[in-house]
């Protein structure tokens, strides 16, 4: 590393033991080898365990509404569904029930219609326990519907209400930047490569 420069790298390491683990990072060259060490400690937890409600799921590749949110989940293990840091479950708007959400950690709404009113029920008791929940509007989306049952005047599951749908972008509009890195969260590790880069890309609105 070049005299007052900075670098990244990128360590994979595997633990046997859910739980604290202590980890130390250690630069030899100094005689002053106290100061040359870095300790943390990581909460190892098991894979967190994703529900996905989709609006629509395709056997066509690319054609369902979460097939790229479940690339983005498991980049190298898609089709097996585990062994890397989420494990993911995909099921229709129908099937939600407490056993599936009984199983997870996080659910995502992905482009859903509306839910019969036991299923809110059990969204806001999964939420209320401590579960995340992600949602993400769509063509199939209620917005009346929504702000009644999943907004309630802030005091539902949503923290804004729904607008009218926005279409097409705006003329000479630069578009939204993704925040420059380096991204702390593990999930996002990827990212931090020159080869990777999510610099310059730009999201139009």
């Known amino acids: 590393i070049p ?22 990072a250690h630069i030899h060259g100094e005689a002053f080898s106290s100061d040359n060490a870095f300790y943390s400690t990581l909460n190892v937890q098991r894979s967190i365990s994703v529900l996905i409600v989709s609006g629509r799921i395709s056997s066509e590749p690319f054609q369902g509404e979460t097939d790229f949110l479940e690339l983005a989940l498991h980049p190298r293990m898609r089709a ?10 995909t099921i229709q708007p129908e099937e939600l029930t407490q056993k599936h959400l009984s199983e997870a950690r996080v659910v995502v709404l992905a482009n859903t219609p509306k839910l019969r009113e036991p299923q809110v029920r059990l969204l806001e008791t999964f939420v209320n326990d401590g579960g995340g929940l992600a949602f993400f509007p769509g063509t199939r989306t209620d917005p009346a519907w ?47 490569s020159e080869q990777n880069s999510l610099s310059g890309i730009q999201i139009q609105t």
């Open 3 to 24: 005299p007052g420069q900075s670098t990244q790298i990128s360590l994979e390491r595997s633990f046997e033991a859910v739980g604290a683990h202590t980890i130390e």
């Open 80 to 89: 097996a569904r585990e062994g890397g840091i989420f494990s993911l479950k």
């Open 146 to 192: 929504s702000n009644e049952q999943l907004y309630k005047e802030r005091t539902g599951l949503l923290p804004a209400k729904l607008g009218a749908a926005a279409t097409g972008s705006v003329i000479g509009s630069p578009g939204i930047e993704i925040a420059a890195g380096p991204y702390m969260h593990p999930s996002l590790n990827v990212f931090n």
